[in-house]
């Protein structure tokens, strides 16, 4: 620039001063810049086109910071792997830049988040509006990391660190979502008291939706817990699985066509031809195998719908039966292993308190399946385990079999009384206008149309299930303790970057994310980064 862009008089140089600067089209180099002064009205203009390549104060290129911050929260890649791909396209950079890069990219997408509020607002409201899914995630002692989705454009819309799930610390981080982006058409959230406590606060009168999955499971805990608590302990004390691997080494590994043989003998039930092709010691060890084998039964939804010590205690009942019922192939020397394993499951079995706490947890565990049946969601033939949203869209025909299965327990005399069924009815009616919530009715600019708030939360779990995935192959540990107590607050806002709507809005007529980042002022960023520094729970050099 030759003239002042004030006065239009002629620019003198000021100074030059060089700088050091590393990016992916051209690795290091030296950038000298020629500053202008205006000896009028003493303006000072320096290289715009300097300020597109990198942030103040920064050797490192706009590209090479998008790069670096895609590759560890999209692709969730290690930094000594990063390094080494850098290093390849003639950039060096040591693991210590790469976290410290890392960090910067989440302050400049948060920036550029925070300035496409009013824009994301808009889009949501030619939506019609937005269904507001809050969920917080922690692990051990680290604080817990709480978001605010938009279910409808999949969106996370605000993210915050706090030390527990109570009303007092929920309440300003739901005024802020209300503030910037207007009430929510409805909300789906977990039963936590401090949750509903703040909704009904900030959000009143606004159609409020439990999560079906967290209030089967809710319900699950209370009726089954006591059960299958002694159930645990009373098969560790035996030392159930211990007992059968120690007798696994003596029987050596199974075959293939031992499995197949087990399922003729098992569905023949001990008897007949299955029985004669078999050697004492094979089916020792094929027994020994299906019973440990009790896992690939479950359908990985956790507890209460997974009940993995009463599936490993109906196995034993089973091989206890079997074996009972083959005299003749536990008899002589060849039986013997036979017989160790058959005194090992009369042991377990012929337990009264381990009997009767099965007995109960198979007659409660009947009645819970029936409500996950008429629910529609983690029910015990699916397969979708954690990612089960429910395969009944019709609200009004679950909420009628859910009806059905109210009246059975409470007509039914062998439930009456019993105090919990009286209080799992009791959990049903508390919520019931929370369930079954009817469809909201919105204006957009294509008309009146009707929006069903999903069930589950479901959306939000995934994306912390992902979250917490992509920092376990990252980080190669599987304690997430230590990385939620030092993640930035906003790095949840990583999961737009895959959303095409949202990456139209914060590009804001720019190209690349790297245009985008370059319009934002770098000591705005700095001192994003220094107030989230300070935050940081670190150790003290004392105690160091």
């Known amino acids: 620039t030759d003239h002042c862009p004030v006065c239009g008089g002629m620019l003198h140089a000021l100074k030059t001063r060089c700088k050091g600067l590393v990016t992916l089209a051209i690795g290091l180099f030296k950038a000298r810049e020629t500053i202008m002064v205006c000896p009028r009205d003493g303006t000072v203009l320096t290289s715009e086109e300097l300020r597109r390549l990198s942030p103040t104060g920064c050797k490192f290129g706009f590209d090479v910071l998008v790069s670096v911050g895609q590759a560890l929260f999209v692709r969730n890649r290690g930094v000594k792997e990063i390094v080494q791909d850098l290093s390849e396209k003639n950039v060096t950079i040591s693991e210590r830049e790469v976290a410290y890069l890392g960090r910067k990219f989440i302050i400049y997408l948060s920036l550029a988040h925070l300035d496409s509020q009013s824009r994301l607002k808009s889009a949501m409201k030619r939506r019609g509006g937005y269904i507001l899914h809050i969920d917080g995630t922690c692990e051990g002692g680290s604080p817990i990391l709480f978001a605010g989705l938009d279910e409808l454009s999949g969106v996370v819309l605000e993210s915050v660190k706090m030390p527990s799930e109570h009303t007092d610390t929920l309440i300003p981080f739901l005024t802020g979502i209300r503030d910037r982006y207007g009430v929510p058409l409805g909300l789906v959230h977990d039963m936590g008291r401090g949750i509903l406590a703040a909704v009904a606060v900030v959000f009143p009168g606004v159609a409020d939706y439990i999560c079906h999955f967290h209030f089967l499971r809710d319900i699950g805990k209370d009726l089954l817990e006591k059960e299958y608590t002694d159930l645990r302990n009373g098969l560790k004390k035996h030392r159930v699985r211990v007992l059968l691997r120690q007798k696994l080494k003596a029987a050596g590994q199974k075959s293939e066509g031992d499995t197949v043989k087990l399922g003729s003998l098992l569905d023949d039930g001990g008897s007949g031809a299955p029985l004669a092709e078999w050697v004492?010691?094979?089916?020792?060890?094929?027994?020994?195998?299906?019973?440990?084998?009790?896992?690939?039964?479950?359908?990985?939804?956790?507890?209460?719908?997974?009940?993995?010590?009463?599936?490993?205690?109906?196995?034993?009942?089973?091989?206890c039966r079997l074996l009972k019922g083959m005299p003749k192939m536990i008899e002589g020397r060849a039986g013997r292993p036979l017989r160790g394993l058959l005194r090992l499951l009369e042991t377990v079995t012929g337990d009264g308190k381990l009997k009767r706490a099965a007995k109960e947890l198979s007659k409660k565990a009947e009645v819970f399946d029936a409500l996950r049946q008429a629910l529609s969601i983690a029910r015990p033939e699916g397969g979708q385990g954690l990612n089960d949203e429910g395969d009944e869209p019709d609200l009004k025909t679950i909420e009628q079999k859910v009806k059905a299965f109210r009246k059975r327990v409470v007509e039914e005399k062998q439930f009456t009384g019993n105090r919990a069924y009286v209080k799992m009815i009791g959990q049903i009616d508390k919520y019931w206008t929370k369930l079954f919530a009817d469809p909201l009715i919105v204006k957009t600019p294509d008309g009146t149309k009707l929006i069903q708030p999903q069930r589950t939360n479901n959306v939000l779990e995934r994306f912390f299930r992902d979250l917490k995935r992509g920092n376990r192959h990252r980080e190669g540990t599987a304690s997430l303790s230590k990385t939620l107590r030092y993640i930035l607050k906003e790095t949840p806002l990583v999961k737009n970057l895959g959303n095409e709507d949202y990456m139209r809005i914060i590009l804001d007529g720019c190209s690349t994310l790297e245009d985008r980042f370059a319009t934002i002022d770098s000591k705005r960023a700095t001192e994003a980064l220094r107030k989230s520094q300070e935050n940081a729970d670190r150790v003290s050099q004392k105690m160091k």
Do not use: K, N
């Open 280 to 319: 004492p010691m094979e089916l020792c060890r094929t027994l020994i195998h299906w019973i440990l084998d009790y896992p690939s039964q479950l359908a990985g939804y956790g507890f209460p719908f997974d009940r993995p010590h009463h599936v490993l205690y109906q196995r034993l009942e089973i091989a």
